[in-house]
């Protein structure tokens, strides 16, 4: 079975600063995807970047992007230039690669940017 | 937008009522899913499904059934509703294949049913 850790409950940081937030996972499988997803205010989950592992390079979307470490079982989620739409909870989760596999999600992690 | 609706949108109920959520996808996606958020869990697989009338449980399946009897719809019922089934209770789709703007084996969201059950 997987397990997704996300140990930062709640973080905050400034407006156009940048903030990392963690995410670990275990697993036996080799191949496989990671994803961040975004829950704002209006509950609508939004995917905000996915990673496969065979890929070694990271991935990045604009101002997100990941700092994948597979030997470490690390997915860090580094947001620049912070910005007020960014408060939300973050959600890492893990799938197989096997279509129609289930999503296995951390807990979540509150992040708040203040003016 | 992965053109998803979630019907309806907020529902309160009595304990021992049934009840039936409804996600509707408009571009034929093949992997359908039910997911509960609960706080301090994340979300939880109840059911999925990956094809007309197939379907299969997830991890948190009990109390719960599903059907699809079309490709767009994925219904799912709870027979006799409890105070454990509070939730909020979202769809997910997915496909095996790059299509369009929509990553291979990535799951989008519906914008969820919040369940109340009195």
Redesign the interface.
């Known amino acids: 079975a997987q397990t ?1 850790t996300q140990s930062q409950p709640e973080m905050s940081v400034q407006e156009a600063e940048t903030v990392t937030l963690s995410c670990t996972y275990d697993t036996s499988e080799n191949n496989y ?1 990671l ?1 961040w ?1 975004k829950q704002p205010p209006s ?5 905000v970047i ?1 990673q496969e592992a065979y890929k070694q390079q990271n991935a990045t979307e604009n101002r997100f992007s990941v700092n994948f470490q597979k030997a470490a079982k690390s997915f860090s989620l580094k947001i620049s230039d912070s910005q007020l739409g960014d408060t939300a909870m973050y ?1 890492c ?1 893990f ?1 197989k ?1 096997t ?5 296995t ?4 992690t509150q992040l708040t940017v203040n003016p | 937008d992965a053109g998803i609706t979630q019907s309806p949108r907020h529902k309160v109920t009595e304990t021992g009522t049934p009840v039936t959520l409804r996600c509707h996808q408009t571009e034929n996606h093949r992997y359908m899913y039910w997911y509960r958020q609960d706080p301090g869990h994340g979300l939880r697989l109840i059911h999925y499904s990956y094809g007309v009338k197939d379907t299969d449980k997830g991890e948190v399946s009990d109390g719960y059934s599903v059907s699809r009897s079309k490709t767009e719809d994925f219904l799912l019922t709870l027979e006799s509703a409890t105070s454990s089934q509070t939730s909020v209770y979202f769809c997910a789709i997915s496909e095996p294949r790059l299509a369009g703007q929509y990553s291979t084996d990535t799951q989008y969201f519906g914008p969820g049913t919040r369940l109340t059950v009195l």
């Open positions: 997704v995807y994803f997803y509950r609508q989950m939004i995917l996915r959600f989760a799938m690669h279509s129609g596999s289930r999503l999600f951390g807990e979540g």
